[in-house]
């Protein structure tokens, strides 16, 4: 079974530009999270979809974050204009249950902004 | 409002000997306490979950914690290191909040194991 798989392993952008970090969830999980570390930090909740819908996106920083998650399989988190303060590490997991069941983890995304 | 506390930042150890990594944590209500390890390059791994159950909780790879109400604690250990449980570990608490469980994280003890 594949896990939790995200694109870009890594991004350079400049400050201002735009950029895109996708996950794809296990097949078959309903619950799909992002997450974000910057460093030295610990990791910090962004939102929680079940299925397409945005269960609850209290984590997101700003509005230039958006979240989407068509047909409720994979998800993209766009930062549009990025910021030197959004450079950090973004996890995606997927669950097939409720909140407190496991949370499957993809590699992360680490995102620099120059 | 919940809180996690990862009381160390790195643990050096040398391999076979026993592991303790320190978590305490804050809660309102019942939490759910979790253990993931991380590899380089990696995801978040599960070791092991406490969701009021035994206290005393068994994970993967000899690794087990326990649950103590009393002391806000759930510290994660192993009776013998070896070289391959190198790694960054993160203490997590979840619990009911505005109608969803909110993970927090605690900042993460790096495991060094010495040969």
């Known amino acids: 079974e594949a896990g939790v798989t995200q694109f870009p392993s890594h991004s350079v952008i400049e400050k201002g530009q735009t950029v895109t970090l996708r996950c794809d969830p296990i097949?078959?999980?309903?619950?799909l999270y992002w997450y974000r570390r910057v460093m030295g930090k610990e990791i910090k909740f962004l939102l929680h979809?079940?299925?397409?819908?945005?269960?609850?996106e209290s984590g997101m920083p700003n509005n230039r974050f958006l979240a989407e998650r068509t047909g409720g399989t994979y998800s993209t988190l766009k930062v549009q204009p990025a910021e030197l303060e959004d450079s950090g590490v973004y996890f995606c997991?997927?669950?097939?249950?409720?909140?407190?069941?496991?949370?499957?983890f993809g590699p992360g995304t680490r995102l620099l902004v120059l | 409002a919940q809180s996690v506390t990862q009381l160390d930042s790195h643990v050096s150890v040398s391999e076979g000997t026993p592991v303790l990594l320190r978590c305490n944590y804050s809660?309102?209500?019942?939490?759910?306490l979790f253990w993931y390890v991380q590899h380089p390059n990696k995801g978040l791994q599960l070791l092991l979950k406490?969701?009021?159950?035994?206290?005393l909780v068994k994970g993967i790879n000899g690794f087990e914690a326990e649950f103590k109400k009393s002391e806000t604690s759930f510290h994660l250990t192993k009776p013998s290191a070896h070289m391959s449980d190198a790694a960054e570990y993160f203490c997590?608490?979840?619990?009911?909040?505005?109608?969803?469980?909110?993970?927090?994280f605690g900042r993460g003890t790096s495991l060094i194991v010495h040969p």
């Open positions: 997991a997927s669950s097939q249950g409720p909140e407190q069941e496991t949370q499957y």
């Open positions: 097949s078959g999980h309903d619950n």
């Open positions: 979809f079940v299925k397409e819908s945005k269960q609850d």
């Open positions: 809660s309102s209500y019942s939490p759910s």
């Open positions: 406490y969701t009021s159950a035994a206290t």
């Open positions: 997590v608490v979840s619990e009911l909040s505005g109608g969803s469980y909110i993970p927090t």
